[in-house]
């Protein structure tokens, strides 16, 4: 029984060495090259950052069909797609709330400096779930986007948080906003 | 090889134990609702509770000003923007005449409502109205100190959270996972005593499903503003031939017991519909479908709440005992859209506190309007003394601005109203406005000193819950110094 068993490990082991086994879950440590990589290699074929296709802008893809029948209605614009950094800086922070809720029962709560001293330590195990490369501090101790200007979370339940980057305009609730949750 | 290893052992004895606890926590749900029957007196005559929720928590300090001097300056430093300007509000008074002095708490203060709320200044005037300041969702009474402590025994868990929130006003129980209502525990108590012969649940719902009305054992029966919502096509109402078709199959014998439940409810759900939409024809203004004749004295708005309440109005006409034959109700209405992190006062791209078309004042008029007008609804039926409608909300918002709107907040401000209110009065304290003050958390949010479960059983000692057996509908209030707020009239 237990040869059979340590030849199954083997196996695995093998097979993840080798790169058939499905990508680890990102690390709290890297969060942000993990996410970065998941995100531009959707549809890419790989692992080697040097083959991965950057994301097309929303202004240049084909246009929205039109239902046959239907009268064409002008769609408004999209934005300009948001700084690939400051996106994969906000998934790598929503990526650590998210563990933080798992492992705590839920979601950190508060304001933003409340709820960025909860991930960085001030929680019951002392943990900390900021990625270091994406944590910019406001004197406050509220987190700061890639623009300096301060994240808005907004708590709908336990495990749900809407974190709101106000974009290169540094207004909350305009167009260039970006999100994640 | 099948094997059962320890490992499966392990997990099969987990997914057992988990199934074996969930399974005691309902069959000791279901005995304390039996001896708490036992226990409770027979509710006499007819009473009602409506609940009229503020979804996305409501901006409870432009709801209720203080206008005394130093409150106001203190309001307006801090509100910033979203000022209500001290003209704008409308003072409440000791009566409804403009001449008579303005109402004044022990603590010296003055209040305004927002310029919306006119029909609920004349309710204050008229002693039918109650101003409950900073309830909210605590596990115990807590100070400053204790919150900024972060220890769990004094906040309830996911503070600042909607859905959590919600729930935690509607269980009336912070601390505990979710499983019953404090309005669905009221009807598992009073229905079986108060209702013996009725043909409607004691639970209804004008908003959808909600927390407030799950109970053990009694079920909320949802209603839309026209009515029941029954079997669409033609000769699918009544006793038309394929009603009575399919509620004869849905009536056959099987010994599937999911099955027979599926048909009982349906059934059950047919016949309901039908009897309520029949019941409630003679309640219908002449401009509802189908025409009627009755008219409302005070107009219902036709707005979500309003029609929500209207709908309530023509369902407590219809309570008596040639229609659904009921002693006791509990309502749930809602009105959404308060969440006004943005745009709360800006109209046009500019803060203008008192354009009616700004959001949070757009908000209150619906509300205001929606509770006169019912209120008056009351007093034609004759009831005014009989049904009492209260407000709840996730929570506050924050005092100070953030330059578009307000955040998430913790105590709020509410209202009661109804004949058997001691209305003209507020009660509980009005925060010191004081950022980081001794009622703070920080930020401007009200540590709240009165908990939902005092706000809820005052509301149910009221509506005929036993002083014996109230700690079994809220199995926190012994924490708390006192079960009643005196805002009801003696039973």
Not at chain 2, 178 to 203: F, I, K, V
Request: glycine share 10%.
């Amino acid at each position: 029984m237990k040869r059979w068993i340590i030849g199954i490990l083997a196996v695995v082991g093998i097979a993840a060495w080798l790169g058939t086994w499905p990508a680890p879950p990102i690390s709290a440590s890297r969060p942000a090259a993990s996410a970065a990589e998941s995100e531009r290699s959707a549809g890419s074929v790989g692992s080697d950052p040097s083959q991965v296709t950057p994301t097309a802008p929303v202004a240049a893809a084909a246009p929205y069909p039109t239902p046959e029948g239907a009268s064409y209605r002008p769609i408004t614009p999209r934005p300009d797609p948001p700084d690939p950094q400051a996106k994969v800086a906000l998934e790598a922070i929503a990526l650590n709330l998210r563990n933080y809720g798992h492992r705590f029962g839920g979601n950190p709560v508060g304001s933003n400096a409340e709820i960025t001293a909860s991930l960085n330590g001030q929680n019951p195990v002392k943990a900390k779930y900021l990625p270091q490369e994406h944590t910019h501090l406001s004197p406050k101790g509220e987190l700061l986007d890639e623009w300096g200007t301060p994240y808005f979370f907004h708590q709908q339940s336990a495990h749900e948080t809407v974190i709101r980057s106000a974009g290169p305009d540094r207004k909350l609730n305009t167009v260039d906003d970006i999100t994640a949750k | 090889m099948n094997v059962f290893t320890r490992r499966d052992f392990t997990a099969n004895s987990l997914r057992l134990g988990a199934g074996l606890g969930a399974a005691s926590l309902a069959i000791r749900d279901l005995r304390l609702i039996n001896s708490a029957i036992a226990a409770q007196g027979t509710p006499t005559g007819y009473k009602a509770l409506v609940c009229v929720f503020l979804n996305g928590g409501n901006d409870a300090n432009n709801w209720i000003v203080p206008t005394d001097s130093t409150t106001y300056a203190q309001y307006a430093s801090i509100r910033d923007n979203l000022t209500m300007p001290s003209s704008s509000l409308l003072t409440l008074r000791t009566t409804t005449s403009g001449s008579s002095p303005a109402y004044q708490d022990t603590d010296g203060h003055t209040y305004g409502f927002h310029p919306a709320c006119s029909g609920l200044r004349t309710l204050f005037g008229e002693d039918k109205l109650g101003v409950v300041f900073n309830v909210g969702t605590i596990v115990r009474p807590l100070t400053r100190a204790q919150y900024n402590s972060g220890l769990a025994a004094y906040r309830p868990p996911q503070l600042f959270s909607h859905s959590d929130q919600v729930t935690q006003w509607q269980t009336c129980i912070p601390d505990a996972p979710p499983a019953t209502g404090w309005g669905g525990r009221m009807a598992d108590l009073l229905d079986p005593l108060a209702n013996p012969g009725s043909s409607l649940s004691m639970s209804v719902s004008l908003a959808g499903a909600n927390t407030f009305e799950v109970g053990n054992l009694v079920s909320q029966y949802q209603v839309s503003t026209t009515g029941a919502v029954v079997l669409g096509g033609d000769l699918m109402t009544g006793s038309s031939a394929r009603v009575r078709t399919l509620r004869g199959l849905l009536a056959l014998p099987t010994a599937n017991l999911q099955r027979n439940a599926y048909a009982s409810v349906s059934d059950s759900a047919i016949a309901v519909g039908d009897l309520l939409n029949t019941k409630i024809q003679a309640t219908a203004m002449a401009a509802d479908t189908p025409p009627g004749t009755w008219v409302w004295t005070t107009p219902f708005p036709n707005t979500g709440l309003g029609n929500q309440l209207k709908m309530v109005a023509r369902l407590i006409q219809a309570r008596g005992p040639t229609a659904f034959n009921m002693n006791r109700q509990v309502f749930f209405t809602s009105l959404g859209g308060h969440d006004t992190h943005t745009s709360q006062v800006s109209v046009n791209g500019t803060d203008q506190p008192t354009n009616t078309a700004g959001a949070h004042y757009s908000l209150l008029a619906e509300t205001s309007a929606a509770m006169f007008a019912f209120q008056r609804a009351m007093e034609q039926l004759g009831v005014s003394n009989n049904v009492t409608a209260f407000t709840a909300s996730d929570f506050s918002r924050t005092l100070p601005t953030n330059s578009q709107g307000s955040d998430h907040g913790w105590g709020s401000h509410h209202i009661v109203v109804g004949g058997a209110v001691n209305g003209g009065s507020t009660y509980g304290n009005l925060p010191i406005f004081a950022l980081n003050g001794p009622d703070d958390t920080g930020l401007g949010r009200w540590i709240p000193k009165i908990s939902v479960d005092q706000h809820a059983a005052t509301l149910a000692k009221w509506f005929g819950v036993d002083s014996s057996v109230m700690n079994d509908i809220f199995p926190n209030l012994t924490r708390f110094s006192t079960s009643d707020l005196g805002f009801m009239k003696p039973a």
